[in-house]
């Protein structure tokens, strides 16, 4: 029973490593210039008027953008 609940418990945890590298859009704040994934607590407060969308990190940065500090993209 131990090994079960071992196993289940290693498998979640990397599933809650892996599921933020499947994101495949983040959202920049013109306004501090900051890129989030999208779901992200400090993605969820910003206004629409200042979102605009990227499809890679590379694009974010590129267009001048720095990673958000909580969920570091």
């Known amino acids: 029973m131990r090994k079960i609940i071992l ?4 498998v ?4 809650s490593i892996a599921v ?3 994101a ?3 959202v920049g704040n013109l306004r501090s210039y900051k890129f989030h994934y999208q779901g992200c607590r400090g993605e969820q407060m910003m206004a629409e ?3 605009i969308y990227f499809y ?3 694009e974010a940065l590129d267009y001048g953008m ?3 500090q909580i969920c570091r993209p």
Do not use: E, G, M
């Open 56 to 58: 890679s990190r590379d």
């Open 24 to 26: 495949n859009v983040y």
């Open 66 to 68: 720095i990673p958000c």
């Open 20 to 22: 933020p590298a499947l």
């Open 12 to 15: 979640l945890t990397i599933l």
């Open 7 to 10: 196993a289940v418990c290693i």
């Open 49 to 51: 008027h200042n979102r």
